[in-house]
């Protein structure tokens, strides 16, 4: 009984060291980081319109879309749509994300679609589609703004974050539908 | 692609050439010699044992260490317990999430207390700010316990004839304190300035671009996730894990964590080596268990940057290979190697949802946790190695027959009983479990208080992809794992209570065999060496522990593995 006494007060003052101390020094550090550590926001116009890192939801034709997400973009939450890649059923709503892709995207060949673009993520919060998905959605997002698709598409490459050693190639929706609203 | 290959292996060898400096360190710690943070902490710890009234400088023999090991984590099990329990009421919980049910608590307790952060509820909405932070506590001690553990095994291993093999507490301490926390407080910084959220706020209400009005989580997640690798526990801030954005921003991001979960279970090697001086014997651990690491992750990488071929099928291009529950950012490569490394090392936190890998990653992140020995979790990754290096000994002794030694000590019918039984347990917990959950799913048996409704409705997938989630539950359980084939229905009574009981025996046990192996031998008489000793820092004695391995891993679970992903794998092709 002594023994657990000792145990006891032991752990609280290892709790105060490891789950006190420990984060309230990252806490004052965050201080010093990209919005005190509230996690990174956009603003247009002074109003946020979303956190730069957490994607959102976009199905207006004027906008460039994410990807599918299991979690509908509910930041609220996360997930993914843990299918296997052997579901039939999972195969069939790939089946029916390309088919409606083909709908909207008609000047479009089924090999041009890039498979990030008919699956969902593993948050369900991705902020990135690859650079070919949304070179193949210029011509829509143009068409809807009536802007010149050469100027949309060199909008979209200006937002084309490229790896120069590590990494992989990908485009911010929300930063490049931001740039989008601005362009003229 | 370049860029993505380029960026796995950089990371792979920037942890190994690391782990060698950091393995020094920590020989000198169990050493007792002199380093860097004594005099900052040395002060602090005489303070906190003498008010405790725990005298952290006697020796102590084996079952000395596994009383004082599993008296602390009896008293932290109920206190998390507690916590959990009553959150609900509890200060700092600005989203008002609730209390947790019994049988979800009773398993989220044990999953951290013994290192393994299964995980049956989502971080955004499950537990309050204070769970999270006592639950990040478990995070420190549970993987500062596993280092203690394997440093009492590293003393036994150095001694002639003792029984005085240190100090647990003393041992325990400076785990956490000289290694744990420096080290997390530098990923912690890392994270942060890479845009991971450290902030006592609750959900922000935002209306998005396009119009929407939408809540987004946040918390302190960042000095969360450090340790959350740094201790090889993997238990998610937010209910995605490291796939989630805020969790694991970028790239960059991506690669401190894998290395931040790669480099103890690497050091301790190294640390071995230097406390024993015998540096090839570590080299030989290393070698047999980096072999074995690469078998598994080349075939995961290739197969996820081929993508799925059912897909293939529909016509669509799949240059980034396969992208079901993966992040852009990531990509497939680092994906890939990534649930390899989580696997075989005891982390499993995940930057993919592991239910939508393709069957032959799949397979491989099933057998890295049947395994469990290449490299391992902080400490106990060591411990399970010990146990086939034990069963290697003997079975070479007998091959050329000698009496089995190891380090100059007789392994005799007593030695070899505790580490059989050890070797043994892991594929009896898994395969005992799954069979009994797939009995019920085959029957679809209603489950009463356990499952509301039929025991199929736990699956998320039909078909042998069904088997695979339930056989990966129990496996990350048995492994102490953590990471799962996420679709399965596992907040319920029979899921919480089942797992929670394979983790505690196969936390313990596993701990409490090589501690009692090491214990004995270290009481025997000391041989000194002679021709014909059997030499354990050679190469043929390395084949013959991955013999040993291969062996019992792929006899015992090659059925289940080929009902479930193997039978996949041929369906799909």
């Not at chain 1, 974050?161 to 989008?180: D, H, R």
């Amino acid at each position: 009984m002594k023994n657990i006494f000792s145990i006891l007060k032991f752990t609280l003052f290892i709790v105060v060291l490891f789950a006190i101390i420990y984060p309230m020094a990252i806490f004052g550090i965050a201080q010093f980081a990209p919005n005190k550590g509230k996690g990174e926001t956009i603003s247009v116009n002074g109003k946020v319109v979303g956190y730069q890192k957490i994607g959102q939801k976009f199905d207006k034709s004027n906008y460039f879309w994410g990807r599918p997400s299991a979690v509908d973009y509910n930041a609220a939450g996360s997930g993914g749509s843990n299918k296997g890649p052997s579901n039939a059923d999972y195969l069939a709503l790939v089946q029916k994300r390309i088919d409606t892709f083909l709908i909207v995207h008609p000047y479009l060949k089924k090999g041009a679609i890039p498979s990030d673009m008919v699956t969902a993520s593993g948050s369900g919060l991705d902020p990135n589609i690859s650079p070919e998905g949304a070179l193949i959605q210029v011509k829509r997002v143009a068409t809807a703004r009536k802007l010149s698709e050469d100027k949309v598409k060199a909008l979209v490459e200006t937002k084309i974050n490229k790896p120069s050693l590590i990494g992989t190639a990908t485009v911010n929706v929300l930063e490049l539908n931001v740039a989008l609203d601005a362009l003229k | 692609m370049n860029t993505e290959l380029f960026g796995v292996i950089s990371i792979f060898i920037v942890s190994i050439v690391l782990a060698i400096p950091l393995g020094r360190y920590i020989a000198k710690i169990y050493s007792n010699d002199k380093t860097l943070l004594d005099p900052i902490f040395n002060p602090i710890e005489k303070f906190i044992f003498k008010i405790s009234g725990i005298n952290a400088t006697e020796e102590m023999n084996w079952k000395q260490h596994l009383k004082a090991l599993l008296s602390v984590n009896m008293v932290w099990f109920f206190l998390c317990f507690f916590i959990l329990l009553f959150q609900g009421s509890m200060p700092l919980n600005p989203d008002n999430n609730p209390s947790m049910s019994p049988d979800l608590a009773f398993n989220t307790a044990i999953s951290f207390v013994v290192n393994c952060n299964l995980q049956h509820y989502s971080g955004e909405s499950g537990v309050s700010y204070l769970s999270q932070m006592f639950l990040m506590f478990l995070q420190f001690v549970s993987a500062g316990v596993g280092m203690a553990a394997a440093a009492m095994v590293f003393a036994a291993m150095r001694e002639r004839t003792t029984d005085k093999l240190g100090n647990f507490y003393n041992y325990f301490i400076k785990s956490c304190t000289r290694i744990l926390l420096p080290l997390s407080a530098v990923v912690a910084v890392a994270l942060l300035f890479n845009g991971t959220p450290m902030t006592f706020e609750g959900k922000d209400a935002i209306t998005t671009l396009q119009g929407d009005s939408v809540e987004v989580s946040r918390g302190p997640a960042a000095a969360f996730i450090a340790i959350k690798h740094i201790g090889t526990n993997g238990g998610g801030f937010f209910g995605a894990n490291s796939a989630h954005p805020l969790e694991n921003p970028t790239y960059f991001s991506n690669a401190v964590e894998l290395w931040a979960q790669l480099i103890i279970p690497f050091s301790m090697i190294f640390a071995l080596g230097f406390y024993l001086k015998k540096r090839k014997f570590s080299y030989v651990i290393f070698g047999v268990m980096t072999v074995g690491f690469l078998l598994l992750v080349i075939p995961t990488v290739i197969s996820e940057l081929n993508g799925n071929p059912a897909i293939e099928r529909m016509g669509i291009t799949q240059a980034t290979g396969a992208m079901e529950g993966k992040e852009v950012r990531f990509g497939p490569a680092v994906t890939g190697f990534w649930s390899i490394a989580t696997t075989v090392i005891s982390t499993g936190s995940v930057n993919s949802m592991h239910d939508s890998s393709m069957p032959v990653s799949g397979s491989m992140e099933l057998l890295a946790m049947m395994v469990n020995a290449f490299y391992g979790g902080c400490g106990v990754g060591f411990l399970n190695f010990y146990i086939f290096i034990i069963l290697a000994v003997f079975i070479s002794g007998l091959m050329v027959g000698r009496t089995p030694e190891f380090l100059g000590k007789k392994i005799e019918a007593r030695e070899v009983k505790i580490a059989a039984f050890i070797a043994i347990l892991h594929p009896l917990l898994i395969l005992s479990g799954t069979a009994l959950a797939s009995y019920f799913a085959a029957n679809d048996t209603a489950m009463g208080y356990w499952f509301s409704g039929n025991a199929t409705g736990w699956l998320n997938n039909p078909g042998h992809h069904g088997f695979t989630e339930m056989l990966y539950e129990y496996t990350s359980s048995a492994a102490n794992n953590g990471s799962g084939f996420e679709g399965l229905g596992d907040n319920n009574p029979f899921w919480n209570i089942t797992t929670g009981i394979v983790l505690l025996l196969s936390r313990f046990l596993p701990i409490i065999g090589p501690l009692a192996i090491a214990g004995l031998l270290a009481n025997k008489k000391y041989i000194p060496e002679s021709a014909g000793t059997l030499k354990t820092d050679t190469t043929i004695f390395g084949v013959m522990v991955f013999a040993v391995i291969a062996i019992i891993a792929a006899l015992s679970f090659f059925p289940a593995l080929a009902l479930g992903p193997l039978a996949e794998y041929f369906t799909l092709k």
